[in-house]
């Protein structure tokens, strides 16, 4: 079989790197005038398949060792040293400008040779309806939301993030939304949480919104990329620590009209369930069965009919310090030593075990709580 190539592939990496780094990044397909006119409608695909040369492949192993270290036949791996040194990937088509495509998601070196573009239908392709790899997996720990939010696929995020949440809602959906907009804005250049707090998100409420922050954008608590400010507003600032401006995205204050436009019910359901221990039980479904009804019409929306976004000044606290730990001397527990008791009879106890008051994040926001009885 004899190959023709039809362009080349021009990216910021001329040598062998991390796949996945090189999937993070932008890259331009040049398509050489001879084959222009096979472009025509190709710019009404989000995503499209790249068939290239691997063409500093030397040589083929048929046995070899993935990135842990597996031991693996190379057709079960992405191996470049291949008895046909050909790759294929599928990527995010961002514009075309004449014959130059602009992609992101492509794993090929500079100077690659192009054999072949083609519409990626999933149906046909069914992309990321498989399980990861291990090593993917490993690699790649948020691959699913990773995709998801290349390929602005909102109703996958939102799936995604209900495994979290525990059922869907506008508020987990809004949450999605806000951060769909906000990451692909050129001020965060599309950059997700890989907890290491070079991606920050503020949020200034704690109900299902700030969920869906969480869930998307991979900014946590726990990792300390995010921020909670008790404000009650629905509202998500994305800031980055090496760049200005920071992405504020808010809700809208007639978001609510859009899903009476759907013909959505939820806002009557909601008043009868929420906050009421009475609740019964077909109430309690019809909440579920609306809540989700109303969710997922919701990701269907345009942002511009949910969302707000404005440019703003990055307003972050210190990197989270390293906080050595400490065993009260009472209770016997490991803790902060940060949430010890500083000075005093009951210098070195735990909050608890001093009687001391400390704070609590709950569904009233941050208050101020008070230790049980002391303990035996």
């Known amino acids: 079989m004899q190959l023709t190539q039809i362009g080349t592939v021009e990216s910021r990496y001329d040598t062998p790197a991390d796949p996945f780094e090189m999937r993070e990044k932008d890259s331009r397909i040049i398509i050489y005038p001879d084959f222009a006119a096979g472009l025509y409608d190709l710019d009404r695909c989000t995503h499209i398949q790249v068939l290239f040369g691997l063409h500093l492949a030397r040589g083929y192993d048929l046995r070899t060792r993935n ?113 769909l907009c906000g990451l692909r804005r050129p001020e965060i250049g599309g950059l997700h949480s890989d907890g290491m707090e070079d991606l920050m998100a503020v949020v200034e409420t704690n109900n299902c919104f700030s969920d869906g922050v969480q869930a998307v954008s991979g900014c946590t608590l726990g990792n300390n990329a995010l921020v909670y400010r008790d404000l009650g507003r629905m509202a998500v600032t994305f800031a980055r620590r090496d760049r200005e401006p920071a992405v504020r995205v808010r809700v809208r204050p007639d978001f609510r009209s859009h899903l009476e436009q759907e013909g959505s019910r939820f806002s009557q359901i909601v008043a009868r369930v929420v906050g009421r221990d009475g609740a019964g039980r077909d109430d309690v479904t019809q909440y579920k069965v609306q809540g989700r009804d109303a969710a997922f019409a919701m990701v269907r929306l345009p942002f511009d009919d949910l969302l707000i976004v404005e440019t703003v000044r990055p307003e972050l606290p210190d990197r989270a310090a390293m906080v050595p730990g400490a065993v009260c001397p009472r209770c016997g527990e490991p803790v902060m030593s940060t949430r010890t008791v500083a000075e005093g009879i009951n210098r070195g106890l735990c909050l608890v075990c001093a009687q001391e008051q400390y704070g609590q994040l709950d569904g009233r926001g941050i208050v101020t709580a008070s230790p049980g009885p002391k303990r035996r």
């Open 67 to 179: 990135r842990l270290g597996e031991d693996k036949g190379v057709f079960a791996t992405r191996s470049p040293r291949r008895p046909s040194p050909i790759g294929l990937t599928t990527v995010e088509l961002l514009r075309m400008d004449g014959t130059v495509l602009h992609v992101r998601g492509l794993d090929a070196m500079s100077g690659s040779p192009v054999y072949d573009i083609k519409p990626f239908v999933p149906a046909l392709d069914g992309r990321g309806t498989g399980p990861s790899t291990s090593e993917e997996a490993a690699l790649r720990p948020r691959r699913d939301f990773t995709d998801a939010i290349q390929s602005n696929d909102a109703t996958r995020c939102l799936m995604k993030a209900a495994e979290i949440h525990g059922h869907y809602c506008p508020g987990l959906a809004l949450g999605v939304m806000a951060s």
